[in-house]
């Protein structure tokens, strides 16, 4: 099994640009999420999603969308980057509380380094 | 609402040092705690958890006691190692399981 994984692994855009960041899962897990990571202020939820078809915002969710349309990837887009936006971007899936009780463990992919200049 | 904080980095050690990182939460209901740790370059894995009052979650030489008592969960390990240089999270899952809440993360880096 790949576990999660993210496409692509580095991208620089320039202000104004858009892109969207893939993240897939072969654990057949009903939650995903997206975060991002800057120094000083650990991991930010974006937005996430509870079941294909679904997505729920998070802490940050301003200037980003995303879609779940499959249950095994989630997609988060960028219409428009800003500066604001260069972080690094991190997908993870779990399963249900339901499915696993509440030792629902979160499983991380690689990361993508984003840069907007 | 939910929290965690964890103290502050970075951290450096010698090799075999004692190492204790503090996270205390705030929580509504019982929720489960864990601690991921992240190598460079890498994505976050879970080190260890624990889903109830007084659990002790262990791993890689590392332990943490879930202590509701004062709503902490500390991260300890009698005698680090160079290969224990990472950034370490506390984490909290709440009662409805579908959302995560992180510490800011914690930098180690252990000396020979």
């Known amino acids: 099994n790949a576990g999660v994984t993210q496409t692509p692994k580095f991208r620089v855009l320039k202000t104004g640009q858009s892109m969207t960041l893939l993240c897939a899962q072969d654990?057949?897990?009903?939650?995903m999420y997206w975060y991002r990571q800057d120094p000083g202020m650990g991991l930010r939820l974006i937005h996430y999603?509870?079941?294909?078809?679904?997505?729920a915002k998070g802490e940050v969710p301003d200037g980003y969308n995303v879609s779940r349309l499959k249950k095994q990837n989630f997609l988060l887009g960028l219409e428009s980057a800003a500066p604001s936006q260069t972080s690094v971007y991190f997908c993870?899936?779990?399963?249900?509380?339901?499915?696993?009780?509440?030792?629902?463990?979160?499983?991380f992919g690689p990361g993508t380094r984003l840069t907007v200049l | 609402g939910n929290s965690v904080t964890q103290m502050e980095g970075p951290v450096t050690l010698s090799e075999e040092a004692f190492l204790t990182i503090n996270c205390t939460y705030t929580?509504?209901?019982?929720?489960?705690l864990f601690w991921y740790v992240q190598y460079p370059g890498e994505g976050l894995q879970l080190l260890l958890k624990?889903?109830?009052?007084?659990d002790k979650g262990s791993n890689k030489g590392f332990e943490a006691t879930y202590r509701k008592e004062t709503t902490s969960f500390h991260l300890e390990k009698g005698s680090v190692q160079v290969s224990d240089s990472a950034v370490y999270f506390c984490?909290?899952?709440?009662?409805?399981?579908?959302?995560?809440?992180f510490g800011t993360g914690t930098s180690l880096t252990v000396i020979p």
């Open positions: 929580a509504t209901g019982y929720p489960s």
């Open positions: 999603s509870v079941g294909e078809g679904t997505t």
């Open positions: 984490a909290l899952s709440g009662d409805t399981g579908n959302q995560f809440y």
């Open positions: 993870a899936s779990s399963s249900s509380a339901r499915a696993s009780g509440r030792d629902n463990e979160q499983f």
């Open positions: 654990m057949n897990h009903e939650y």
């Open positions: 624990a889903t109830k009052a007084d």
